[in-house]
T-cell receptor
Framework: AQSVTQLGSHVSVSEGALVLLRCNYS??????LFWYVQYPNQGLQLLLKYTSAATLVKGINGFEAEFKKSETSFHLTKPSAHMSDAAEYFCAVSENSGNTPLVFGKGTRLSVIA | DTAVSQTPKYLVTQMGNDKSIKCEQN?????MYWYKQDSKKFLKIMFS???????INETVPNRFSPKSPDKAHLNLHINSLELGDSAVYFC?????????FGQGTRLTVV
């Protein structure tokens, strides 16, 4: 079975500061890993994905994540936070064998302070 | 030109009613899903379809019945609605493991 743990249900950063959202996963098979962002009253938008190619993955809006197998982690970072980054962020895992459903973490709400 | 579209976006209904949510994708994907997001924002898979066939049913009450008339559509019908069914329901489709989500349907049962 697969699972995802997101450390911190709420993270608050100052505008211009580093954003770090933590995600650890558990999977008995090589995983696919994803970060999605959800703005208020909207659907989920894919930020980036790891599908067993490069371990450092770059996504949209300046976000990136690094797959670390030894630490079973896939933390999301952005060097400089913008006010527009305030949203709910979800880490998700699936088996890399096809279209198995995503298993989501509980989400981290990112607040950006001016 | 929306990739995955759901209707309606908002649905308010009384307990005991029956309602449907429609989903359509124009991405040509073979696999479609329904997810439920509860009041704490937790997302959980409900159903998974591949080429119109049910693949996964995650212990969802049988009041929920998905129907896939073709690969591009996956509708969700809910009978005898209960207060606890209030949530946001997301449709998604995927290929090669990457899922694309609709905008969600906020269902409120009163």
């Amino acid at each position: 079975a697969q699972s995802v743990t997101q450390l911190g249900s709420h993270v608050s950063v100052s505008e211009g500061a580093l954003v770090l959202l933590r995600c650890n996963y558990s999977s008995s098979v090589p995983p696919y890993l994803f970060w999605y962002v959800q703005y208020p009253n909207q659907g989920l938008q894919l930020l980036l994905k790891y599908t067993s190619a490069a371990t450092l993955v770059k996504g949209i809006n300046g976000f990136e994540a690094e797959f670390k197998k030894s630490e079973t982690s896939f933390h999301l970072t952005k060097p400089s936070a913008h006010m527009s980054d305030a949203a709910e962020y979800f880490c998700a895992v699936s088996e890399n064998s096809g279209n198995t459903p995503l298993v989501f973490g509980k989400g981290t709400r990112l607040s950006v302070i001016a | 030109d929306t990739a995955v579209s759901q209707t309606p976006k908002y649905l308010v209904t009384q307990m005991g009613n029956d309602k449907s949510i429609k989903c359509e994708q124009n991405l040509g994907h073979d696999t479609m899903y329904w997810y439920k997001q509860d009041s704490k924002k937790f997302l959980k898979i409900m159903f998974s379809y591949n080429n119109k066939e049910l693949i996964i049913n995650e212990t969802v009450p049988n009041r929920f019945s998905p129907k896939s008339p073709d690969k591009a559509h996956l509708n969700l019908h809910i009978n005898s609605l209960e207060l606890g069914d209030s949530a946001v329901y997301f449709c998604a489709s995927s290929r090669s493991g990457v899922a694309f989500f609709g905008q969600g349907t906020r269902l409120t049962v009163v």
